[in-house]
């Protein structure tokens, strides 16, 4: 079985950051690929960013968080981290965590991102 905790949401002004934090706890899968997820009241679940577990690392942004958002992990960990620079109103949503092993996936709760004056 793999945890997923998450931590770091809160209330931000526009323009302003935030960092998110995920770790996934297991002590028999391999955790692979991570990301971060959103989904915003009244729509559907999307991609914010993601990355591999491998030494290439391959990083997969949204066009509309690339340049401002930068996604980072520490595999000895299982960490996941999601830099969010020059956040915006239409950024506001629930952050969900994403880990991978290589027959499932599991999410975290969600933590809430709220951008505004």
């Known amino acids: 079985q793999v945890q997923i905790v998450e931590s770091g949401g809160g209330l931000v002004q526009p323009g302003g950051s935030l960092r998110l934090s995920c770790t996934a706890s297991?002590?028999?899968?391999?955790?692979?690929?991570m990301g971060w997820y959103r989904q915003a009241p009244g729509k559907q679940r999307e991609l914010v960013a993601t990355?591999?577990?491998?030494?290439?690392?391959?990083?997969v942004y949204a066009d509309s968080v690339k340049g401002r958002f930068t996604i980072s992990r520490d595999n000895a960990k299982n960490t996941v981290y999601l830099q969010m620079n020059n956040l915006k109103p239409e950024d506001t949503a629930v952050y969900y965590c994403?880990?991978?092993?290589?027959?499932?996936?599991?999410w975290g709760q969600g933590t809430q991102v709220t951008v505004s004056s």
């Open positions: 994403n880990a991978r092993t290589l027959a499932k996936e599991y």
């Open positions: 297991t002590n028999t899968f391999t955790i692979y690929t």
């Open positions: 990355i591999t577990r491998s030494s290439s690392t391959n990083y």
